[in-house]
């Protein structure tokens, strides 16, 4: 057996190591700067954690971030620069909460206002925000109970705070639904960093004027796509990044194929992916650390398609909590603006995935539709289509939606491994973002000021 | 440029993927059973994160684990197999405290019958050592107590313990010492676990007649050494693991320039490393989350070498423990046994090592003999010889000694993300160990168990 593998040298002044919206943001930049760059991206597509599918009956379906808010506005002027438009959310009609005894609640509004364990939710939710307005989203480490907070996980504090069995399921199940991990696994104080980096719990939990507001015509895709399309041949589709040699000098990204020699490389991918890179020299104790102590959550996302939202004539909104055994931990309805399907999305996270996920195909699809059918009845065990994203599988994300701290990340690595640029490398990434932490606007704003860096590093070594 | 590379096919019964203690006691105990196996291991040498170096004056040096005591029975009947020699540990003369005042404490014997706080951190120890009693280090999720300890960190109970800033000052040096960590980042379960999986605190924290009994005369590689050189030609060295393909009828490890066949695996490498492996199909949730919940300590050994070991005529031991500012943590006389010259070894872990190990070459030795000359004075300031290993930064086993659990780790993933196989995927390494967990030991002891599991699958596969 002979491999024959000729290594192609391309050189550009930056190189950027991924294609999701951090990566395309960064090179954006950098192409409205007039700076020359390559980016490169290990899958066949950009997008990267943003992943928008049109099914063979034309239904366009977001298996992974789907959603922008009013407060998103790197996002929204992304959008708006190409032109994508958006559509509210779906929530008219009664949501319902399905608990563990098998009970459901149909409820309007935002959240039940009489449901089992509410008032104490309620109050202890109210106790994160007022926490998480003395976080300091720029400096973490300058937070005043910093150490104390991350010295714990989300579940010691639940303990603390209450001991009313369904108020910890909603915190519970609020945990898997931001960060795709378990109160057992997750520092307090990275939770009320993320919320303070939202501009509050409701922002993050709520659809209208929040974080689940509307809906992209095109898919969430749609501007990314549009931004690849200007940037041309500087996207490298198909390579991925196995080493990055770095110094003083600069940098030399090496693919299966070719070598990609720049002054300054962007890496703009999830921690679990850093690490799969050789870098030589290794990276600092700092950052290695802060990596190691950064799961990717764990996530699936499913999809069930209907010839119509069915659900609606019943007064029902398809928006769903379940605390009950299945897989799926929340529903939407995730339909098409004009109503010419009818589509339900689910969420299994968290623990609910990982036996899940170890099913055959089959029994998979029978526990999902089991759990539509709670909500909106048996007409959901039929689906036209029916379709998943185990993200937890994925090959590059290696889970999603993003990576949470674990406790202690933030005290021991925080301060010099969460963003600063290590030599010649530049950091960035949703989770390196200060403002939407964890979302594609994240993402945008991340790529943004990596790329920011770099420009003022070039020019003024330029200058000097 | 074009890179040729011929891909050579070795097929085998058994592929043991790594060749560090875990590794070699598999192929080992293959071999006495008559089962054909091959042996890869990425580095130039076996021993993994056992690395004994003979210096050019002729001292033998041990840069990773050293020590071994009475009832590592695995590790002792190794050595007796191939008759490798041990001698006791040097601990003859006053140990030394170094305080964060500056001050230094002289005492004999085990421990300072009355140094800052030892009351108080005397206490705590034996709560920890009551706690430990009742886990079940087999199936650690049967531990009464599990999910409650595993969801907060050692810092959290620590804290909870007691307000005397001495005392914590006491236990976070042990935490250092025992998993290279901090305790806000650690399990307090996982401490638990561990301490129980030695037989107790003390086993863990003392030299004479326990973990720090006793040296190798040929350094702690010896066993390893003489266990490759009767394995021969089982054992391919530079074979680093670029992925594993497995189904039901067997697996694939393929390397840069080879594809090894077999019909099962056992991998034995720590788990960080584990993870720079491409697995088809993807790992389990469960195993790639245990996998993720599982950082590598910080940790770097250092090592200066004198003409003699004069703190001995000083009446000293040359074994401290260091709560200053500098990047010592724990010192010990590691003399060889004719005392021929005067070693000092020094552990910078934890904390200690992140700033230090960015320092430049020069900065990094003064740092350190600034600490030895507390200790012993100022002639540890001109050493014969100065070397350090700085494990953090080794490009396989990416730190040391060996992985701690984040807390949830335990919780969301042990069960089954543990050591359970994984089809026909078989793990060891001394983190999958139930007895002296994170030792030379337990790497053995979870050897012979994966071996074990291996041949009884293959005889009852062949009586089927």
Redesign the interface.
């Given at each position: 057996?002979?491999?024959?593998?000729?290594?192609?040298?391309v050189e550009s002044e930056v190189v950027v190591v991924g294609g999701g919206y951090a990566g395309l943001a960064a090179a954006l930049r950098l192409h409205d700067a007039g700076v020359d760059f390559t980016l490169v991206e290990a899958a066949d597509r950009v997008g990267g954690r943003v992943l928008t599918e049109i099914r063979a009956d034309g239904v366009t379906l977001d298996h992974g971030g789907q959603w922008v808010g009013p407060t998103q506005t790197h996002l929204l002027a992304l959008a708006d620069r190409f032109g994508c438009a958006t559509f509210p959310t779906w929530e008219t009609g009664k949501h319902v909460e399905v608990w563990h005894d098998g009970g459901t609640v149909p409820y309007l509004g935002a959240a039940p206002a009489d449901g089992p364990g509410i008032a104490e939710y309620t109050r202890v939710s109210e106790v994160l925000d007022e926490l998480a307005r003395t976080v300091d989203t720029q400096q973490p480490w300058r937070t005043t109970r910093f150490?104390e907070w991350?010295?714990?996980?989300a579940?010691?504090f639940f303990?603390a705070q209450t001991d009313d069995p369904d108020a910890r399921r909603r915190l519970a199940l609020a945990v898997q639904g931001l960060w795709c991990a378990?109160?057992?696994?997750?520092s307090l104080f990275h939770v009320l960093f993320y919320i303070a980096a939202a501009g509050g719990y409701e922002q993050l939990m709520e659809t209208r004027d929040c974080a689940q507001d509307s809906r992209f015509v095109t898919g969430a895709a749609g501007p990314a796509r549009a931004v690849a399309g200007l940037l041309g041949g500087g996207v490298r589709l198909g390579e991925q990044a196995q080493s990055i040699e770095y110094d003083e000098g600069g940098v030399r990204v090496r693919t299966a194929s070719t070598?990609f020699e720049a002054r300054r490389a962007i890496v703009a991918l999830p921690p679990?992916a850093v690490?799969?890179i050789?870098f030589t020299?290794?990276l600092?104790?700092?950052r290695?650390?802060w990596l190691?102590?950064s799961?990717?959550g764990?996530v699936a996302k499913v999809h069930a398609v209907y010839d119509a939202p069915f659900w609606r004539a019943a007064g029902l909104s398809g928006v769903a909590t379940l605390y009950d055994d299945g897989p799926v931990g929340v529903v939407f309805d995730n339909s098409p603006d004009d109503a010419s399907r009818g589509v339900l999305v689910g969420f299994v996270y968290g623990?609910r995935?990982?036996d899940w996920?170890?099913l055959d195909d089959a029994r998979r699809r029978a526990a999902v539709l089991e759990s539509f059918t709670t909500v909106v009845g048996q007409r959901a065990a039929r689906p036209l289509d029916y379709t998943e994203k185990i993200w937890?599988?994925d090959?590059f994300a290696?889970g999603g939606y993003e990576a949470y701290v674990?406790?202690?990340?933030w005290?021991?690595?925080g301060r010099?491994g969460w963003r600063e640029p290590t030599g010649t490398v530049h950091w960035a990434g949703t989770e390196t973002a200060s403002v939407w932490n964890g979302y594609i606007d994240g993402a945008i704003s991340s790529g943004l000021r990596a790329a920011d860096e770099v420009v003022s590093t070039l020019s003024s070594h330029a200058e000097g």
């Open positions: 057996m002979w491999e024959q593998t000729e290594m192609d040298l150490a991350d010295a714990q996980t579940e010691s303990r378990e109160p057992y696994e997750i070598v679990q690490r799969t050789r020299p290794g600092p104790v700092s290695d650390g190691s102590h799961p990717m764990r623990d995935v990982t996920s170890d937890s599988r090959t290696r674990t406790p202690g990340g005290t021991g690595y010099r």
